[in-house]
């Protein structure tokens, strides 16, 4: 397993779910350019996926403290 040091998420796995969330928001913008998705489905989906993040990186903020980790 990667260590902080070298860039991986160390002992905390949950550091990827932001990571994902932001891969997620830009996702929707371009299927949203594309056509894929209508706009009105992309201006429902990114304030979620924002609140998500958030809501990932609050939860898990004080473990990493308690680990020794941001």
């Known amino acids: 397993m990667e260590t ?3 860039g991986g998420a160390g002992k905390c ?3 990827k779910v932001v990571s994902v969330l932001v891969i ?3 996702l929707t913008f ?3 350019d594309w056509n894929v998705l209508t706009w ?3 201006n429902v989906i990114w304030p ?6 958030g809501l990932a990186k ?3 903020h004080g473990h990493c403290k ?4 941001a």
């Open 48 to 53: 979620i996926l924002v609140i998500l993040a």
């Open 40 to 42: 009105g489905s992309v």
């Open 13 to 15: 796995g949950h550091h």
């Open 24 to 26: 997620l928001f830009g």
């Open 30 to 32: 371009l299927l949203g």
């Open 58 to 60: 609050m939860r898990h």
């Open 66 to 69: 308690m680990h020794g980790h």
């Open 4 to 6: 902080q040091e070298q």
